[in-house]
């Protein structure tokens, strides 16, 4: 069964930092991308980061480049998001997610496998 657990959310004040973790467990499946998404409450789920598992190339939601970036840790199977001058408008839920395919396209139907997420909440 694959899993993908987050953890790291949490409450920051305007220009703080987090850090979010995700364990993956693959069951044997070849993730080709590594995606963070992003969701508020009656909007649509938004892509925030995407890697290649293998290349660790990286692109970014431009809403969110220069202050996030997504690393990996292929020993422990873990993936992170480091969240750095955050806004209150980074508020939301956010996603790991998995992809069997084209996941550079950091599209919602395109991510094969989901956790179950994590809140951040910037506020002053």
């Known amino acids: 069964e694959v899993q993908l657990v987050e953890s790291g959310g949490g409450s920051v004040q305007p220009g703080g930092s987090l850090r979010l973790s995700c364990v993956l467990s693959s069951s044997g499946y070849s993730f080709t991308y590594l995606g963070w998404f992003r969701q508020t409450p009656g909007k649509e789920r938004e892509g925030v980061a995407t890697m290649n598992r293998n290349s660790e190339m990286t692109w970014y939601a431009d809403s969110v480049k220069g202050r996030f970036t997504m690393f990996q840790d292929k020993a422990n199977d873990m993936v992170s998001l480091q969240m750095n001058n955050l806004k209150p408008d980074d508020t939301a839920m956010y996603y790991c997610?998995?992809?069997?395919?084209?996941?550079?396209?950091?599209?919602?139907?395109?991510?094969?496998?989901w956790g179950q997420g994590t809140q951040v909440t910037v506020s002053s």
């Open positions: 997610a998995a992809s069997l395919g084209r996941g550079w396209l950091l599209q919602e139907n395109e991510y094969n496998f």
